[in-house]
Each structure stands twice: as C-alpha cells, then as structure tokens.
C-alpha cells in the first residue's frame, strides 16, 4: 500500500517562512518523480517543483516565484518545500505526489502510477 504523507501547513503572516515534509512508503519503485503541487481556492492544481529520487537535480515549474526551494534527505526518505517571503496568494492547499516518467514535467497531469497525499493547508494572511 503507497502512502503519500504531507506535514507542516499552517498559518502564517506575510512575509513569513514554512517548511512542508513528504514521506513516501511502499511504493514499488526503487526511484521515481517526486514532487510539490498546490491547489488555491478557487484555482486549477498546479506543479510548483519535482525531483528524480535517483538523481540531484529538482525541477522547478517555469513562473514559480522566488522563495520556494525544494530538497530531499534521502535517508530519510523525505522530501522538503521551503517556502520564506510568503504572500496571501500563497494560500493553498499544498500536495505531495509520488510517479514515475519524465520527472522535469512538474504538471499535474504528468507521470504514471501517480499517487497523491491527502494535503497540508497553508494559509498566508495579510
């Protein structure tokens, strides 16, 4: 059984700072895309950056702000989103997701045996 398991939402004042966690457990792959999405109220999902477990590159979605880091500690099997300088339309419920295919497609519709976690909410207020 796969569970994508996000951590660390909240709420924060503009301007300030989070960091999400992601745990990835039994899936079947030994590397795979791993990636950040987020969904705004009222808002299409969108990919804010990926990685390739096997590698050390992450890919960042074209536009995405600057603040916004991705990291993977892979003795941990976690992966990371630092997000500082936040703004209120930053609010979003952010999401993990697990793949495998092209992992620099940090589309939503993007990879195969894709599954997602449940969501943390981050909620930047004014």
């Known amino acids: 059984q796969v569970e994508v398991v996000e951590a660390g939402g909240g709420s924060v004042q503009a301007g300030g700072s989070l960091r999400l966690s992601c745990k990835v457990s039994g899936y079947i792959y030994n590397d795979y895309c791993l990636g950040w999405f987020r969904q705004g109220p009222g808002k299409e999902r969108e990919g804010i950056g990926s990685?390739?477990?096997?590698?050390?590159?992450?890919y960042y979605a074209e536009g995405l702000k600057a603040g916004f880091t991705i990291f993977q500690d892979k003795g941990k099997n976690t992966l990371y989103l630092e997000m500082s300088s936040l703004k209120p339309e930053d609010t979003a419920k952010y999401y993990c997701a697990v793949g495998v295919g092209t992992c620099s497609d940090v589309s939503p519709g993007s990879w195969s045996d894709k599954y997602w976690g449940q969501g943390t909410q981050v909620t930047v207020s004014s």
């Open positions: 990685i390739y477990t096997g590698g050390t590159g992450v």
